[in-house]
């Protein structure tokens, strides 16, 4: 296998809560890729929103809060992850907490927080040989990406993966609020009118209720090396 000879784009989307990220990051790793969580960034903008009190329905407002906004992404060689920095500070657990979570899919319905998001995902991508993960990225930010997977799993077993998360970090959760948040999301973030979730039309579907993680990455890992012999 020479992996390390073509660079291509990975795009996954699917659901809340169904792995995306934790898949992704274990794709990059082994690829030597770069991985980037573009939820991440959506959460970002939500706790800056939440922080400075930003009126989501006020377009002044919000045009001028994502001036003051900066997103960047750095590697933490203890924890061996991709840590989330929002004006130069690192906000990857407050950008975890259920608070975020509650309101990240109304900002993420606006228009001007998509395009300035894009804007940078697109730039963050366009050296190839990376894998990123959100909702639209097969569909909006690289439609034009060597490999779509769209992965999704039952809601409740999403819900329990979810809780136990958020536990191994220190937060517990009520399963039902948890079902109730990815719930809520899917049904947002597929409905809203600007680059709603949903399969590209050459996407893979990968279903991983029933995989167990290594499974789902060795599954997609399967696709990356038939289409870079393809390409
Ligand atoms: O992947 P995640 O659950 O951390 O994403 C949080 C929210 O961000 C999700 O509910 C919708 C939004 N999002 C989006 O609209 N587009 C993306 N590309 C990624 C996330």
Do not use: W
Request: charged share 30%.
């Amino acid at each position: 296998m020479t992996l390390d000879m073509k660079k291509i784009v990975i795009a996954i989307d699917g659901n809340s809560g169904c792995g995306k990220s934790s898949t992704a990051k274990a794709l990059a790793r082994q690829l030597r890729y770069i991985y980037i969580d573009t939820g991440a960034m959506y959460r970002a903008v939500t706790l800056f929103f939440i922080k400075h009190k930003i009126d989501l329905k006020n377009d002044l407002d919000v045009a001028e809060a994502l001036k003051q906004i900066d997103i960047s992404f750095e590697y933490n060689i203890v924890t061996g992850k991709n840590e989330t920095f929002l004006n130069g500070k690192n906000v990857e657990r407050d950008i975890r907490q259920m608070e975020v979570s509650n309101l990240v899919s109304p900002v993420s319905e606006i228009s001007q927080v998509r395009k300035k998001l894009v804007d940078q995902q697109r730039r963050l991508g366009e050296g190839k040989g990376v894998v990123m993960d959100g909702r639209d990225i097969g569909t909006v930010v690289f439609p034009n990406a060597e490999l779509k997977i769209f992965m999704t799993a039952d809601l409740e077993i999403r819900a329990k993966r979810r809780q136990l998360e958020l536990a191994e970090k220190g937060t517990k959760v009520a399963l039902n609020d948890v079902i109730d948040n990815l719930k809520n999301r899917d049904i947002i973030d597929s409905s809203r009118a600007d680059s709603p979730l949903r399969k590209a039309d050459d996407a893979h579907v990968v279903d991983t209720s029933h995989l167990t993680f290594d499974e789902q990455v060795d599954k997609i890992l399967e696709l990356i090396n038939i289409k870079i012999e393809e390409v």
